[in-house]
């Protein structure tokens, strides 16, 4: 638990709790609201390839993860924490936030 806890840079095991419950609700929830934005935009799984519709997919996935960590973070008070791993991801993609 200490290496879990040195990876992901918590203080406290309640923040231990509150930091996989984030990540777990985010998750859930990016693969849950992907479906209705792809509907919403006209992507349907029958009318597309399989090699076309799952990048997109993912890539929808994605942007919802990258929305809700932030907010759900914020919900748990925990908003310092995780604007910094959205900071690390993002950098990750190459976009760079002061």
Same mark, same amino acid.
């Given at each position: 638990?200490?290496l879990?806890r040195?990876?992901?840079k918590?203080?406290t095991?309640?923040?231990?709790?509150?930091v996989?419950?984030?990540?777990?609700?985010?998750g859930m929830?990016a693969?849950f609201i992907?479906r209705? /934005?792809?509907g919403w935009?006209g992507?349907?799984?029958? &009318?597309?390839?399989?090699?076309?519709?799952?990048?997109? *997919?993912i =890539?929808f996935m994605?942007?919802?993860y990258?929305? /809700?960590?932030v907010?759900?973070?914020?919900?748990?008070g &925990?908003?310092d924490?995780?604007w910094q791993?959205?900071k *690390?991801? =993002?950098?990750r993609f190459?976009i760079?936030?002061?």
């Amino acid at each position: 638990m200490e290496l879990l806890r040195r990876i992901l840079k918590v203080e406290t095991n309640l923040q231990f709790v509150v930091v996989f419950i984030v990540f777990s609700i985010t998750g859930m929830g990016a693969v849950f609201i992907a479906r209705p /934005m792809m509907g919403w935009v006209g992507i349907d799984y029958e &009318q597309m390839q399989w090699y076309v519709f799952w990048p997109i *997919r993912i =890539l929808f996935m994605t942007i919802c993860y990258q929305i /809700m960590l932030v907010i759900f973070g914020t919900l748990f008070g &925990q908003r310092d924490y995780f604007w910094q791993v959205e900071k *690390r991801m =993002l950098k990750r993609f190459g976009i760079r936030l002061k």
